[in-house]
């Protein structure tokens, strides 16, 4: 509860500043105009000095859940605390509000700019200020901020001007603009840490993030690819997320051991080119793709299908591949699946979630369909039997769903398979192990949740 109300405070502290500006607007209104509104003007102040109270305890107790580091927050504190008392003085001495609202006004900027550091970073008003870096964190600057820009539907290539410095040429960087504003000196959000290397080695509040050489064991890594409603999934939704050739260069960089200083440059990541238009991608990766040929699609059955709400992109594995996405769609019925049928060949990838309209028998018309994001869906066990007829289909998720043990022969028999996301579904951990033994060469990604009871007799007929 004390969490709770400690993470109250960037909604609460928004009432107090809103009330008390009014307030203090009002009376130079009322000095310059000669107007009588001191009743509602004070009922103004006793309603934000009262929330300014409520907002001083909730900052107070979040500065104590361990997500920030004393000394940073010290100023903000105290300049809040007497920004409270300027509003209290601000309602008991009307003869000084003049003067006092003046005051209110610079402690709540001075107040506002403390709390932006702390949320945005230190350089959040000018951000190509340069600052600074204390020689015991990581340095930045010898990073060329064109290497950053690796958009997924281009050709990348992982280049360092540091040959042999692949963490702080590729990694840190991606660090920097995706995770420091919540995991740095300024903030540790779970208690981690992302700006130095004892820090990332040390791990947070659920131990540690990093397993050189295994990117699924690692949190650094796994919790990127979870779907980005999941509780787990980092950066949490709503913030701006990785790309898939940022999220690979993190990957790589934990299997060839994680190391931050340097490397021989055959390990380097120097060596690692990811082409959009022809990627092969080990079979024990998240992101399996096939190189199937695939035709370009037609201009007009492309555009037919996006007049009826259907998102399409390029696949970025694939030359001519597309992936459809159903998300503002609101009915999905014949009409829908009858503007996709001409596309049906250059279809990679399909979204399908939060749905609960899923005819299951109208994906099989995509012969080439390899990944299929199901997702808190309404598919169920059967469904999984029309699914296998897919022969392409390597990537299954099936998170959120009602898929049980029954439904584990099939998942079976999908020969193509090799990466499913299985977790908050109702498999049994009896199921899950099973799985994993009739299917050693598919990467399971089970999170963390609370497994089904399992179901006894179906375990014995697939065993």
Known sequence: MIDLLGHLHPILVHFPIGILVIACVMIWVQAIRKTETQSSISALLLL??????MASISGYLLSNSGDYEKGDVLAHQWWGIGTTLCAIFLYF?????????????????????????????????????????PTKELRLSAVDTTQQKMEVDTSVEVLSSVKNSPFQQEVLPILKSHCFQ?????????????????????????????????????????????????DLHMPPEGKKQLNSSQIAIIKRWIEIGAPFGETAESESMHAM???????????????????????????????????????????????????????NIKRLDSKVWQVTRALQKQVIQIKLTKRQDIQVEELLNFKNLQQLNLEQSNVQDADLENLRQLPHLTQLNLYG????????????????????????????????QSLKRARPDVTIVEGKFQFSPPDTNRLKAIK
């Open 273 to 327: 080119t990811l082409q959009s238009k022809a990627m092969t991608i080990p079979s024990d990766s998240p992101d399996q793709t096939l190189n199937l040929p695939v035709e370009p699609a037609n201009e007009e059955a492309l555009q037919e299908a996006k007049n009826q709400g259907i998102s399409i992109s390029p696949y970025p594995s694939s030359n001519g591949g597309l992936s459809l996405n159903f998300v």
């Open 182 to 230: 919540c995991h740095s000196s300024k903030k540790q959000k779970g208690k981690l840490r992302l700006d130095t290397e004892d820090f990332i080695k040390k791990g947070g509040k659920e131990g540690l993030i990093l397993h050189a050489g295994n990117p699924l064991k690692s949190h650094l890594y796994s919790y990127l690819i979870l779907p980005e409603d999941d």
């Open 93 to 133: 001495f009307q003869a000084y509000q003049k003067i006092i609202s003046l005051m209110l006004f610079v402690a709540l900027a001075i107040t506002g700019h403390f709390g932006g550091e702390l949320t945005y970073g230190s350089n959040y008003l000018f951000a190509s200020k340069k600052k600074a870096i």
């Open 48 to 53: 934000g000095a009262i929330a300014a109270i």
């Open 401 to 432: 769903t009602a898929i049980s043990d029954q439904g584990i022969k099939a998942l079976v028999a999908m020969k193509a398979l090799k990466v499913l996301y299985i977790w908050q579904s109702k498999l049994s951990q009896e199921g899950l």
